[in-house]
């Protein structure tokens, strides 16, 4: 019980902190506006599908890419913490470690999921639709969220590791730009090089990418069946590829802030 007050008081006092900064949110999804935009009516005209169909496909990977940028708040906010002194404020309260680092993420977890509902507004704007019942949209949605918290932990890793904020910014990109545009995210992988192919169709992006889009029922009519077993089972393999993400970050990010607080 005495863990949970922790944890509850400080996942509230980081949400209340990210709300006295309305513009984490409106950058958040100012930028996947901005690509669903050009995307759909530039470069959607050069596609084969057709635009509303096009448009639909797209929506999906747009909200992957962006769960994939805001995970970057969770390190961001820890090495923000860090050098301001607030995690020596934290050390010296008899406050467990996993709690800190849980706090943020959960709270990431909440800003991740406003910034969903608006990206899904856009998405009904442009003509999106989900095609299938309720409980596959609910399911779709926490797939999303779920492998968004997984990469929350891979960032508080990264975050409770590099001596600034900035080094994470920049080194995030170097890694989440490559796996968000190697992968079904975008386009089908039919026209890509065989190794690029090989990369993009075991990208964990494109495992959540495809089971969302089954659950919603976004998947064209005319894609082939994948002869990839992580794709013909983009679900169980989203699911499975987060919680692996979690089994191996949750352990580590908690053991560096305990030892960031050693040295």
């Known amino acids: 019980m005495k863990f949970l007050n922790q944890l509850g008081a400080l996942t509230v006092r980081n949400i209340l902190k990210s709300l006295r900064n309305p513009d984490i949110i409106i950058f958040a999804t100012a930028a996947p506006v901005a690509f669903a935009l050009l995307f759909a009516y530039v470069f959607g005209s050069a596609m ?47 406050v467990k470690p996993v709690a800190v680092v849980t706090a943020r993420a959960n709270s990431d977890l909440v800003m991740n999921l406003l910034v969903i509902a608006l990206l899904a507004l856009v998405g009904l704007s442009m003509g999106w639709r989900i095609r299938t019942g309720p409980v596959e949209a609910v399911a779709g949605f926490a797939l999303l969220l779920l492998f968004a918290y997984a990469l929350s932990w891979a960032s508080a890793y990264v975050g409770l590791r590099v001596r600034s904020p900035e080094v994470l910014s920049n080194v995030s990109m170097l890694i989440l730009l490559p796996l968000a545009f190697i ?81």
């Not at 999906?60 to 404020?89: E, F």
């Not at 919603?216 to 005319?222: C, H, L």
């Open 183 to 263: 992968s079904t995210a975008f386009v089908p992988t039919d026209g890509m090089t065989t190794p690029m192919r090989v990369v993009a169709e075991w990208n964990p992006v494109s495992a959540v990418v495809t089971g969302v889009r089954e659950l919603f029922g976004n998947v064209p009519e005319s894609t082939p069946t994948p002869d990839v077993l992580a794709l013909q089972h983009p679900v169980l393999f989203g699911v499975a590829w987060s919680v692996l993400l979690l089994l191996l970050f949750v352990p580590l990010a908690t053991r560096s802030y305990v030892k960031s607080h050693i040295r």
């Open 48 to 94: 084969q599908m057709s635009g509303d169909i096009y448009r639909e496909y797209l929506l999906v990977g747009i909200l992957a890419q962006t769960m994939l940028m805001t995970s970057t708040n969770t390190g961001i906010g820890l090495a923000m913490d860090n050098k301001h002194g607030m995690m020596d404020r934290f050390r010296s309260l008899p």
